[in-house]
């Protein structure tokens, strides 16, 4: 999410051929507006992240089968990436993976991490230390770390920028987003910004008339007629600035487009995860946000605190430019006007 909103801020400045690496087919978080400058997706890993058995567990046996096997094939790894770099593209963007920033430099390009946090530290943090030393290798090769807020420990990199909040942009204003989702002024939206294997964790509290459920496409709709489905093509965006509670887990991505939205945030903390105190500290100083219990959740007990949160003033919404500052640094490193640029 970070590097499709600042390559999309990018675009808008410069003209740029776009290739992405990246794990699957598109994802909805990539903005529709890069569709006619994205030449290639390579549906490829570029890294291997944790292993998750769902939102809020990672799975700690799985994720270190997967880092074994990484670690013996990074040699390997570096060469396919120096070979698919070399001689093809002015810059490599990368969201927190490291091996891309590694054959970037080998090739002699920029490389350029946008990260609020990198896997060296999550994984020390998580007892994987050969895995982190490789990774804090490859992240030292960076030509740059544009950090976003909130930032978790990133020593492997020699030189960095702060860009401030990274978050998506809705298509629609709040007024327009509450007209679209069918919501007058007496009805609270609540958006449930967890991905569909959670849904069996999470039993919504009974019926209220004056309040509207929102779930994600893929989501097991109960046979409440409060709860709404979002269509596949619904950009979340648009579904969060018409929300008056977001309910999720504290990660980054979120975070930001909460806060650029201005909507109250009720999130499950996620204990196992390294950066769930950084998250949690940072969010412990916002209006309008509260922590509830996984127990909670999952027995539907979770009305008081929903309805408390529904009465609480809405936060005053961020700019969060940080995407704009960050095509600003990547347009002043490629010192280009109008010249076309593949990245």
């Avoid at 943090?125 to 420990?153: D, I």
């Avoid at 018409?242 to 650029?260: H, N, T």
């Amino acid at each position: 999410m970070r590097a499709a909103a600042v390559v999309e801020a990018l675009s808008e400045r410069i003209a740029t051929r776009i290739t992405v690496l990246a794990p699957g087919e598109r994802p909805r978080v990539w903005p529709q507006s890069l569709d006619a400058c994205t030449d290639r997706w390579i549906a490829e890993p570029c890294d291997v992240g944790v292993t998750q058995t769902d939102d809020v567990t990672v799975d700690l046996p799985a994720t270190r089968q997967r880092l074994d096997g990484w670690l013996q094939a990074h040699a390997d790894l570096l060469a396919r990436e120096q070979q698919r770099l070399a001689g093809r593209f002015d810059l490599v963007v990368s969201d927190a993976s490291s091996l891309p920033l590694e054959a970037a430099d080998s090739v002699g390009i920029p490389g350029v991490a946008v990260a609020n946090f990198t896997w060296d530290w999550i994984y020390s943090e998580l007892g994987f230390s050969e895995a982190a030393g490789r990774a804090a290798t490859s992240y030292s090769k960076a030509t740059l770390l544009l950090e976003a807020t909130p930032s978790a420990p990133m020593p492997a990199f020699p030189r960095r920028t702060s860009i401030g909040l990274v978050a998506r942009k809705p298509s629609m204003t709040r007024p327009e987003a509450r007209t679209v989702f069918g919501l007058g002024d007496d009805l609270s939206a609540v958006l449930i910004a967890f991905q569909p294997a959670y849904s069996a964790s999470l039993v919504l509290p009974p019926p209220r008339p004056h309040r509207r459920y929102f779930v994600p496409p893929g989501w097991p709709v109960p046979d409440r007629s409060d709860v709404v489905a979002l269509a596949a093509g619904r950009a979340f965006e648009d579904a969060l600035a018409a929300a008056d509670v977001v309910l999720g887990k504290p990660g980054y991505g979120l975070i930001g487009d909460v806060e650029k939205a201005g909507a109250r945030f009720l999130y499950a903390a996620r204990p196992g995860f390294p950066e769930n105190s950084v998250l949690v500290e940072h969010l412990s100083a916002r209006p309008g946000t509260a922590v509830v219990t996984a127990a909670a959740l999952s027995d539907g007990t979770w009305e008081d605190i929903l309805v408390e949160m529904e009465r609480l003033e809405r936060p005053a919404a961020k700019a969060a430019d940080g995407a704009q500052r960050a095509a600003g640094i990547l347009a002043r490193m490629l010192a280009v006007d109008s010249e076309q640029r593949a990245v």
